[in-house]
Nanobody, 122 residues
Framework: QVQLEESGGGSVQAGGSLRLSCVASTYIDYFSMGWFRQAPGKEREGVAGIADGNTRYLDSVKGRFTISKDNEKKTLYLQMNSLKPEDTAMYYC??????????????????WGQGTQVTVPS
């Protein structure tokens, strides 16, 4: 129903910044969306979610990450500042479709992108 393409990942030094982008194939005005991440051998965790302008963040990224979206560009963003080695993971964009409820639970999301790698060397 909707295709998602992430970009913006890369390798940065601790304390640096990256902005991830997720371009959707359809309009996202009424979608609840989120960013998730998963490191090798670890569980997938919800990083940030957005719906109706409301946002929710994983405790460990509060104050450092900001989720936003541009409906005209059909793009979801994740601005990541003050990056730490613990942020190293594959980051995925996901859609919960027509919902006004923000969620960080992966099992509530229906559509997923292929992911973009973020690496912060220690």
């Amino acid at each position: 129903q909707v295709q998602l393409e992430e970009s913006g990942g890369g390798s940065v030094q601790a304390g640096g910044s990256l902005r991830l982008s997720c371009v959707a194939s359809t309009y996202i005005d009424y979608f609840s969306m989120g960013w998730f991440r998963q490191a090798p051998g670890k569980e997938r965790e919800g990083v940030a979610g957005i719906a109706d302008g409301n946002t929710r963040y994983l405790d460990s990224v509060k104050g450092r990450f900001t989720i936003s979206k541009d409906n005209e560009k059909k793009t979801l963003y994740l601005q990541m500042n003050s990056l730490k080695p613990e942020d190293t993971a594959m980051y995925y964009c996901a859609v919960k479709a027509w919902s006004t409820i923000v969620s960080l639970s992966a099992d509530e999301y229906v559509h997923w992108g292929q992911g973009t790698q973020v690496t912060v060397p220690s």
